[in-house]
Antibody
Framework: QVQLQQYGAGLLRPSETLSLTCVVS????????WNWLRQSPGKRLEWIGE??????TTYNPSLQSRLTIAEIYRSQFSLRLTSVIAADSGTYYC???????????????WGQGTLVTVSS | DIQMAQSPTSLSASVGDRITISCRAS??????LNWYQHEPGKAPKLLIY???SVQTGVPSRFSGSGSGTDFTLTIDGLQPEDFAVYYC?????????FGPGTKLEIK
């Protein structure tokens, strides 16, 4: 069974850099897209961006200038969001996007979530 | 960006009831529409993909329909574990976007 385990610092001050890691186990890393999403309090889920095993990335334009998603080790990928502000607070999730079941395209496995608070 | 709307925002129902949740997109999605269940403190769970395909392991009381811009999630015979928040999500184009959610509460 595919599992995504995420970890990283949960308390940041404004202007610091958010860094999270997601470890994928129990399945192939290739052939899928590896994503980060978040949910701020009282708001809907927001897609942050993704990478594939070739390192190709696609980012949400609203965050692109501050964002880096990359594979840091075999079957591990990271999120870096620079210059955080209070509005970046929320629960961050890593997730696998599966496009193998045409025409299906969906997030089928998720990490457990990391609560991130940005506060001075 | 494709905008997603859901109705109702919240819904009160009883165990055994049949309920429907609607999702509307600002753009023709064909059938690139997914539904997720989200319980507090847990990761979202995929229920329905490609508008009407039930994810492996999801009970048969969950079903989805629609195409284009209008979609529906139906739960036929609510169970206690179904009371959660439900989101639709479009996978037609990046950035992928979600609806605001429908909170399903016990009456």
């Amino acid at each position: 069974q595919v599992q995504l385990q995420q970890y990283g610092a949960g308390l940041l001050r404004p202007s610091e850099t958010l860094s999270l890691t997601c470890v994928v186990s129990g399945g192939s890393f290739s052939g899928y897209y590896w994503n980060w999403l978040r949910q701020s309090p009282g708001k809907r889920l927001e897609w942050i961006g993704e990478m594939n095993q070739s390192g190709r990335t696609t980012y949400n334009p609203s965050l692109q200038s501050r964002l880096t998603i990359a594979e840091i080790y075999r079957s591990q990928f990271s999120l870096r969001l620079t210059s955080v502000i209070a509005a970046d607070s929320g629960t961050y999730y890593c997730a696998r996007r599966n496009t193998m079941l045409s025409p299906g395209d969906f997030f089928d496995f998720w990490g457990q979530g990391t609560l991130v608070t940005v506060s001075s | 960006d494709i905008q997603m709307a859901q109705s109702p925002t919240s819904l009160s129902a009883s165990v055994g009831d049949r309920i429907t949740i609607s999702c509307r997109a600002s753009h023709n999605l064909m059938n690139y529409l997914n539904w997720y269940q989200h319980e507090p403190g847990k990761a979202p769970k995929l229920l329905i993909y490609a508008a009407s395909s039930v994810q492996t392991g999801v009970p048969s009381r969950f079903s989805g329909s629609g195409s284009g811009t209008d979609f529906t999630l139906t739960i036929d015979g609510l169970q206690p574990e179904d009371f959660a928040v439900y989101y639709c999500q479009q996978s037609f184009s990046s950035p992928f976007t979600f609806g605001p959610g429908t909170k399903l509460e016990i009456k």
